[in-house]
């Protein structure tokens, strides 16, 4: 059965530092993964998602990920923060015809 | 221009009561679902139609009664309310039934009982 592991439940950054939210996935067989990120009140939005070919997938507002299938992982980065990229970012898991699980969500706090 | 738009957006209710939330897409897509996440951010889906028939339905009490009128509509219906029930329900879309596809989340009810 699929999962995914958020180990940080939160983390702050300091405006224009990097950032690398991290996580993990368990399945037996090949996966789908995805990143939403949920602002205040309001519903996920799609932030990237990988799906087959290039390991290193490009998202919007400046995300990018990188499935690493030997460690199981798909960390999200970005290279400079903004005040706005404060959110709940949510690490997301399909093995083809199963349903979306998600994990348990990060909390980004981007400090002035 | 919403694309997926859930009434109301907050419900305050007493226990025992009976409530329902709707949700349309008008994003053309064929399958809708609704997930709870809790106090804790935790997401859970609960169920999936794909073209009005139900194709994912997880172990929710029978309390839950999800109904598809066509594939641009899933309403959820919730008889005698508990305590527990209280959380933010979303609804989603996306093409076709294979979870390879993005789902597109409305903004959430916020279900309170008293």
């Known amino acids: 059965a699929q999962s995914v592991t958020q180990l940080d439940s939160q983390v702050p950054v300091f405006e224009e530092a990097p950032v690398e939210l991290r996580c993990n996935y368990s399945s037996s067989v090949s996966v789908y993964l995805f990143w939403y990120v949920q602002y205040p009140n309001q519903g996920l939005q799609l932030l990237l998602k990988y799906l087959s070919g290039s390991t290193l997938v490009k998202g919007i507002n400046g995300f990018e990920a990188e499935f690493n299938k030997s460690q199981t992982s798909f960390h999200l980065r970005k290279p400079s923060v903004h005040i706005s990229d404060t959110a709940e970012y949510f690490c997301a898991v399909s093995e083809g015809n199963e349903k979306l699980t998600f994990g348990t969500g990060t909390r980004l706090t981007i400090i002035p | 221009d919403t694309a997926v738009s859930q009434t109301p957006k907050y419900l305050v209710t007493q226990m025992g009561n009976d409530k329902s939330i709707k949700c349309e897409q008008n994003l053309g897509h064929d399958t809708m679902y609704w997930y709870k996440q809790d106090s804790k951010k935790f997401l859970k889906i609960m169920f999936s139609y794909n073209n009005k028939e139900l194709i994912i339905n997880e172990t929710v009490p029978n309390r839950f009664s999800p109904k598809s009128p066509d594939k641009a509509h899933l309403n959820l219906h919730i008889n005698s309310l508990e305590l527990g029930d209280s959380a933010v329900y979303f609804c989603?879309?996306?093409?076709?039934?294979?979870?390879?596809?993005?789902?597109?989340f409305g903004d959430g009810t916020r279900l309170s009982i008293l």
């Open positions: 989603a879309s996306s093409h076709g039934d294979t979870s390879n596809q993005p789902q597109h």
